[in-house]
């Protein structure tokens, strides 16, 4: 007999709808796909990371549980962080006989302390914290290394992570992906496959670790704040943006305003080996990943 045999996803979406309205505010739209649904877990399978009881998957956002079935029934162990009290009290009734290996609770993802041993996330992710979520994603891993993460996204938010169209989708947010993750995208969702449907396409996107040795020893903080920086008035050139301080840069230990204007002078006014003539008169889109690092490590090195 298959586990949790007398539940489905339409069963689980209907038994929370009976009992609240879903909240615009918390971005509450159910999965109800079951197409999209085995495609998300035979994602893992395809990058080599296939689910099993050795498997730790964090879920944000669970609502009805319609993916937290599909979890549980890859007999993984699941945690599933879920902010809203009711959709607590629906999980933790659909899904009593699965207590040994799931974890509900009730809490803020963006804020609340992840559990250790984390080795997948999994997660239909409420679009206003894709954000929020995805940065919480790279600082988890940089201590505690995630083998996967499968997350359902809002289309425009899936291009911007993957870099997907040049120059219009390189940004930050792929930037700072692109150190520690292979991005990509896969299946696009349409709103019908939501209860209730949202007014957008929505896109499934697989995190992968990627090894970057061009990167190592780079101080990634400094990265994060510098191509926010930049790309903040992307339309103006290299040379125009890295002759001001960012705004944060004392945040970065060891740095502040005439250490930065040192630095990055001596950078502007003189033609470093890696870098093609004539970078600084481009604007930030148009710069590749590794030219990021270059600019980065050089600023560093010449504090």
């Known amino acids: 007999m298959e586990p949790l045999g007398g539940l489905d996803t339409r069963l689980l979406v209907d038994l929370l709808r009976d009992r609240i309205s879903p909240s615009k505010s918390l971005g509450q739209h159910y999965l109800v796909d079951d197409e999209v649904i085995e495609r998300t877990i035979r994602l893992t399978e395809e990058f080599d990371s296939s689910l099993s009881d050795d498997s730790h998957v964090l879920e944000v956002g669970p609502g009805p549980g319609s993916l937290t079935l599909a979890l549980l029934r890859s007999d993984s162990n699941v945690t599933a962080i879920e902010i809203d009290k009711r959709s607590v009290e629906h999980l933790t009734r659909v899904f009593l006989e699965s207590k040994e290996s799931l974890t509900i609770e009730q809490a803020d ?30 600082k988890y891993h940089s201590t505690e290394p995630i083998q996967l993460s499968i997350l359902l996204v809002q289309e425009e938010f899936a291009q911007r992570m993957a870099m997907f169209s040049a120059p219009y989708d390189i940004g930050p947010l792929g930037l700072n992906l692109w150190l520690d993750f292979d991005v990509s995208m896969d299946m696009k969702v349409s709103p019908s496959s939501f ?8 896109r499934l996107v697989v995190l992968k670790p990627a090894s970057r040795p061009e990167a190592d020893g780079m101080n990634k903080q400094l990265f994060r704040i510098i191509t926010r920086h930049c790309f903040s008035n992307r339309r103006r050139k290299m040379r125009t943006l890295l002759s001001k301080p960012p705004s944060r840069i004392s945040r970065v230990s060891g740095w502040h305003r005439d250490r930065w204007t040192k630095s990055a002078s001596k950078l502007l006014s003189s033609n470093h080996p890696e870098l093609e003539d004539g970078w600084a008169d481009l604007r930030p889109e148009n710069l590749e990943p590794i030219d990021w690092i270059t600019i980065v490590a050089a600023i560093s090195s010449d504090g």
């Open 195 to 202: 209860s209730p449907s949202p007014r957008v396409q929505s």
């Open 109 to 138: 993802a963006v804020s609340e302390r992840w559990p250790k041993g984390i080795t997948h996330v999994i997660s239909n992710l409420p679009y206003q914290i894709s954000s929020p979520i995805v940065d919480r994603i790279t």
